[in-house]
């Protein structure tokens, strides 16, 4: 293993914990594993090394250190591991978050970028987006006039699942036309098993033994899937309609078989690309939605900041439309200060290096996994002061923006690998808290005070809270 080979030859890997035989730190990683790493990181330094089972493991914990793997040598660690997920369901590594290095990935990567996320193709979007954050809002409405408890974290993610839907595939699925147990939890459930530890990926020798019984769920939840997928391509393959807003499907179907593509795009690649578009859009942009409201909830002064800020650019007699956001500056400030604390992906999606490689005069196996600690990178000291506090005016007057340039702020990674979806998501996310926060003010149910808010995260793909937000609305507008 290259782990023996660089003792043997002398070369200095990072410094990190030794582990157990075989097992390696597994056992180190615990429920939180971006928690668990921030605190060994502490001990061995922002570029430490682990071995996770077998796998050579390195974790990048400082601004500093991202920016030599995200920047200085990005290309090297541009790749992903082969991780059983990728394998079981996302058809081989064919989709786009998971697909390794290499001229297929660059060439899927492209299409996403020109075709399905860019500006005007987001844009196109708009009127759908505002129709589904308009029932959302009449809904809780609703709520408000009977003075009822929301679950917001049920809802926001409700109408995210309903706004991708229609975006990815034109129209809103019920539960029941997926699976007996329901569209979401189907998707959940692949997410989980995406993000379980699962012993194969770190021991591949006892990986056939599938000792947590995760391959034989995700094959089952990939069957799934794969009928679902299929059915809709059909639906696409004989609808006749010719003036509606092409969909992500219709984009992806008009590069079936093409010759024009470096690497042919067939049914499999379509499938793939259109579970990750779905698994990547869903859940992030709900679950940085319900870090902000709680944040928001928890400190009734920024809330009140924000609603201030509102009333001024937007006034009390029209909701937000999305080309206020640029105007909203405070509201900008809230959601890096959010993502900052709460980053959807804390630990990113794993990378991988292709060769072997010296950084900061460490040396760096080919094949070894690397994990860039986001949350801890958005709680280093020297970055930021009291960084466990939540103050959004720590940005003012500051250029420091989450597009991947300032590596102290990474929500959505950096480099090749960095997020095509940012645009989508940012607008997602500051357009339902605006909207939310100007339509609504909120109360928590049963006396609760702010300050007792549990704020417990759960750790997975993406991190949300571990309980529901659940708060009580009154309607604040004059229309
Ligand atoms: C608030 C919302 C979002 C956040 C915080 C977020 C965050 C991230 C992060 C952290 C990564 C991994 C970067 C890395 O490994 O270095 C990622 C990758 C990715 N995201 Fe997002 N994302 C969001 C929304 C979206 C949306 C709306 C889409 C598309 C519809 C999307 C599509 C993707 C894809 C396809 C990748 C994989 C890129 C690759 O491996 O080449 N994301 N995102």
């Known amino acids: 293993f290259s782990w023996k080979t660089s003792t043997k030859t002398n070369k200095k890997l990072p410094p990190g914990p030794k582990g157990f035989p075989i097992f390696g730190c597994l056992h180190l990683l615990g429920q939180f594993p971006h928690r668990a790493l921030h605190k060994l990181a502490e001990r061995y330094g922002p570029i ?3 071995r996770l089972g077998l796998t050579p493991t390195i974790v990048v914990s400082s601004p500093q ?14 790749s992903r591991p082969p991780l059983k997920a990728a394998k079981h369901i996302s058809y081989e590594q064919k989709g786009l978050a998971l697909s390794p290095y290499g001229s297929y990935w660059r060439t899927i990567r492209k299409i996403c970028t020109l075709e399905l996320l860019s500006s005007f193709k987001i844009n196109s979007f708009q009127a759908m987006r505002k129709e589904e954050l308009d029932l959302l809002i009449a809904s809780i409405k609703e709520a408000a006039c009977a003075r009822c408890v ?6 926001v993610s409700a109408m995210s699942a309903d706004m991708t839907c229609r975006m990815v595939f034109g129209k809103k699925y019920s539960d029941d036309e997926f699976d007996e147990r329901g569209f ?32 034989k769920r995700m094959k089952s939840v990939a069957k799934v899937f794969d009928g679902f997928l299929e059915k809709i391509i059909d639906e696409h393959v004989q609808s006749k309609d010719e003036n509606r807003t092409k969909d992500f499907v219709d984009v992806m179907l008009s590069f079936e078989g093409s010759e024009e593509t470096e690497h042919k795009i067939e049914r499999e690649h379509i499938k793939a690309i259109i579970l990750d578009m779905l698994s990547a859009a869903m859940d992030t942009s709900a679950t940085a939605v319900e870090w902000a409201l709680s944040e928001l909830i928890k400190h009734p002064k920024v809330m009140k900041k924000l609603q201030k800020e509102l009333e001024k650019i937007v006034g009390l007699c029209r909701m937000v439309e999305e080309s206020d956001l640029e105007n909203l500056e405070y509201l900008d400030m809230v959601v890096k200060e959010t993502l900052r604390l709460h980053p959807v992906a804390p630990l990113l999606i794993p990378h991988e290096s292709t060769e072997d490689c010296t950084v900061n005069g460490f040396y760096i196996p080919k094949n070894s996994r690397v994990i860039v600690n986001v949350w ?16 959004p005016e720590r940005f003012v007057g500051s250029s420091i923006d989450l597009r991947g340039h300032d590596f102290q702020l990474l929500p959505f990674g950096s480099g090749r690998r960095g997020c095509p979806g940012m645009q989508l998501g940012l607008t997602i996310v500051k357009q339902v808290i605006a909207q939310l926060v100007h339509c609504f003010d909120w109360e928590l149910p049963g006396g609760m005070l702010p300050t007792e808010l549990d704020l417990t995260e759960e750790f997975s793909l993406v991190t949300p ?15």
């Open 150 to 155: 929301v679950d917001l974290s049920t809802k």
């Open 376 to 391: 801890a990178i958005g709680r280093d000291t020297e970055s930021w002061s009291d960084p466990e506090i939540f103050f």
């Open 465 to 479: 809270k571990a309980k529901h937000l659940l708060a009580i609305p009154s309607y604040r507008l004059n229309i």
């Open 48 to 50: 430490m090394h682990l």
């Open 184 to 215: 979401k939890t189907v998707i959940q459930e692949g997410m989980e098993l995406a993000a379980k530890p699962n012993l194969g990926d770190y021991i591949p020798q006892i990986a056939g033994l599938d000792l947590q019984g995760l391959t």
């Open 65 to 78: 250190a991202a920016e030599l793997f995200l920047k200085t040598h990005d290309l090297i660690f541009a």
